[in-house]
């Protein structure tokens, strides 16, 4: 189905199972612990071995030698299978690290070996038997001291984020000179890890030259290309499962060591492999958020009005690597005749940086929101206000181009209502309740709605049972649940009566998740399968389609009223067809809009931060499930204050590489630390995203929120800091006097 024009009036609109909130059906599977995980996938294969990975303990350089006889004689082991073993292998899509093979070390943690043994036990025991000779060679390890020399680099996301390496509109430097009201700050952020609770993990085996790969992953019909690529294979000798994901946030929309390494070491022992990452192999092996060293200048007229505004952002990567482009949203978000926009990118030795939740926004946010409320205060006006007056309903870099839907002030009036800002004392410091000094802040939130095509095959059998068959996976974000709700509104059938079945590479390639393009697009890929078997049901029936309505489990056309499953009783029917897209996107542009508010204490004596509430009030067109959207929204915003708080890979300049690398290290939020989240969704449509009218939601929460825990902070203290994490260390000694 080509989607080219604005969406009319269609079977979604009806709402009596799209938009509902609705419990996830796959919800009693997880929490009975019966959802069927990676490397829980016992009874695919039967006789699995054990695989355990092995990474380097240099960050740059080679391995000259691996002494390995030790590990194949221990108790259990299979086989063992070196980088030294094996050439070079090639990259997979999106990647800048290769994954394994030859002796050159691009970062710490990169694996070098995997052991095959009958238990995990065996093959751990054996893994530490292996000797490594290396030659080690001095790396680039600190962003700072290379940001100077960094070269200006473009660089896009893959998720509608990116920048050519410095952009401009108008006359920056000549407005922001004679600008009456100018800021120039800098601002960090830190390495993030994904953190996610299921590790990477693979379970591999091959019937011939088939592989099969029972895995965690986000995209399948990337993994399945990509394994494919990585390991010299046609791509249709690869099959890709992954029913249920654990997490990702970003981390698992590409193939990691995991995988390839389960292949490799299952082809050596001729049997099932199945390969876990550890913990401490994640943020070093895979891929983090990179750090970003952010430079804000605006320039305004006495009133509040922005004549110049500049965002210029440094981070690192490995040589093929890209930067963190955070800079995209300062060219959308703010009106401003004259405009600057920059990325450089330095040359790190460090583990691969790549996406991580809402990559580009979420750092560039967090910076850019923060300058935002400095300018207000600057000028004397209120940070909602000064937003407010600076809206645009066109791109700015592009003044001839509208945006589909925006309603950003819609966002911040009624997240400032519901908040209680009018009662938020704008002198910093003068809120206090008992020991601790009480802030407020907020800040916008910002995300583009991508399009992709997405496809799905859609079956009835003669009982008026929907089976809906796609690649698309369900990563805690319930999709099952949406993708139910879209067949039962198009077929007219009750939500209990459609079966979903994802994350198979030998069902219709979808969207994938990632990039908060999932819902919207893998939706529409079912809507435009539903399309095709209303038509056969029609056929079949012997009615014409346009005059049918599908309803109540029956078909009805003029007096004529046929239960569904009539129309499948010579015979199942089956519909298949993707979503494609036009240029609508191109013409107007695309994106959702978030109010985020949050309130904060400060201890008086200790600086410790707290959350007390939050709100996030979104504009993102068509909700398709309130109950589940919600979940993705008040995820979001626990990331957000983690990344404002606490997250923080700290890296070791020395030896190159992240010391906090496992879950005691590395903090993330947890349920006590946040008492209240409030999420607030506009009612709205967007016509031009798609038949479901609807947009992405699950970065959104995340975007900005950074920066309204800093200004809550900087509210509640008179500190201001532009140094993620704002840790304790960072406010101690400039905190207000307790008396």
């Not at 000798?237 to 590409?254: A, C, M, Q, T």
């Amino acid at each position: 189905m080509k989607f080219d024009t604005p969406a009319g009036t269609n079977p979604i609109d009806q709402l009596k199972v799209v938009g509902r909130a609705t419990d996830r059906i796959d919800g009693k599977y997880k929490t009975t612990g019966t959802a069927p995980y990676a490397y829980e996938r016992h009874d695919v294969v039967p006789n699995q071995a054990y695989g355990y990975v092995l990474g380097t303990g240099i960050a740059k350089g080679r391995v000259r030698a691996m002494h390995v006889e030790e590990a194949r004689q221990a108790p259990g082991v299979l086989a063992v299978v070196t980088t030294l073993d094996t050439p070079r292998l090639g990259r997979g899509m999106l990647n800048a690290a290769y994954l394994f093979g030859g002796p050159e070390v691009q970062h710490y943690h990169q694996a070098i070996a995997v052991v095959v043994a009958e238990t995990f036990e065996q093959a751990r025991a054996a893994a530490f038997l292996i000797r490594v000779d290396y030659a080690p060679e001095v790396g680039r390890f600190d962003l700072a001291a290379e940001t100077p020399s960094a070269p200006p680099v473009g660089g896009d996301s893959g998720e509608g984020s990116g920048s050519s390496g410095k952009e401009r509109v108008g006359d920056f430097d000549g407005a922001f000179a004679q600008a009456p009201v100018t800021l120039d700050e800098t601002y960090t952020t830190a390495d993030e890890s994904h953190a996610m609770m299921e590790p990477h993990a693979t379970i591999a085996a091959w019937e011939g030259d088939k592989l099969t790969l029972w895995t965690s992953n986000q995209m399948i019909a990337w993994a399945k290309g990509s394994i494919a690529k990585i390991l010299g294979i046609p791509k249709q000798n690869v099959r890709v499962d992954s029913p249920y994901v654990g997490g990702g946030f970003g981390g698992k929309l590409f193939v990691r060591a995991d995988a390839v390494l389960a292949a490799l070491g299952a082809k050596a022992a001729q049997r099932p492999v199945k390969v876990a990452l550890t913990r401490p192999l994640i943020p070093n092996n895979t891929t983090h958020r990179p750090a970003t060293i952010q430079r804000i200048r605006i320039g305004a007229t006495k009133d509040g009005t922005i004549t110049a505004i500049a965002h210029e952002s440094t981070s690192g990567n490995l040589p093929d690597g890209s930067p963190e482009t955070a800079v995209d949203q300062t060219k959308l978000l703010y009106a401003g005749a004259n405009r600057l926009t920059a990325l450089r990118l330095a040359h790190l030795d460090l583990p691969e940086g790549n996406a991580m939740r809402a990559p580009g926004e979420a750092p560039g946010m967090m910076a850019l929101e923060i300058a935002i409320d400095e300018m207000a205060e600057k000028l004397g006006l209120d940070p909602v206000e000064f937003r407010i007056r600076n809206d645009t309903q066109v791109d700015p870099n592009q003044p001839g181009r509208r945006f589909s839907h925006r309603d950003l002030v819609g966002c911040l009036r009624l997240g400032a209502e519901r908040f209680g800002w009018a009662k938020r004392n704008p002198i910093p410091g003068q809120a206090r309740d008992g020991q601790w000094l009480v802030g407020i802040g907020m800040a916008a939130g910002f995300r583009n709605n991508l399009l992709g095509k997405s496809g799905a095959r859609v079956r009835l059998d003669a009982g008026g049972t929907v089976t809906v068959e796609t690649d698309m996976t369900d990563i805690g974000t319930g999709s099952y649940t949406i993708i139910a709700q879209t067949a039962a509104e198009m077929m007219g059938v009750p939500l209990d009566t459609v079966v979903v079945r994802l994350g198979d590479s030998d069902f219709p390639a979808s969207a994938g998740s990632g990039g908060q393009w999932g819902a919207n697009n893998s939706t529409a890929g079912v809507y435009a399968a539903c399309v095709q078997l209303r038509e056969a049901v029609a056929q079949r029936l012997g009615i014409n389609s346009a005059d049918a309505v599908f309803a109540d489990g029956q078909v009805r056309s003029g007096n004529r009223v046929v239960p569904l499953g009539e129309a499948a009783r010579a015979g199942e029917l089956t519909a298949e067809d993707a979503i494609e897209y036009g240029d609508l996107s191109k013409k107007q542009q695309q994106s959702t809009f978030a109010g985020h508010f949050v309130e904060v204490g400060v201890d008086v004596d200790t600086a410790e931060v707290r959350v007390r509430r939050m709100l996030a009030v979104c504009a993102a067109g068509r909700i398709l499930n309130p109950k589940s959207a919600r979940s993705q929204v008040i995820g979001g915003m626990t990331m957000g204050v983690g990344a404002a708080l606490m997250e923080k890979l700290s890296v070791d300049r020395r030896r190159g590489f992240f010391v906090n690398h496992d879950l005691a290290g590395y903090e993330v939020p947890v349920h006590a630390d946040i008492p209240h989240q409030e999420v607030i969704f506009l009612d709205e449509v967007d016509p031009m995203s798609s038949p479901m009218k609807a947009k992405g939601v699950g970065e959104l929460g995340l975007c900005g929120v950074g920066a309204a825990v800093a200004n809550a902070v900087y509210n509640a203290t008179g500190v201001r800091v532009r140094d993620y994490p704002i840790t304790v260390d960072k406010l101690l000694d400039r905190m207000p006097d307790a008396a």
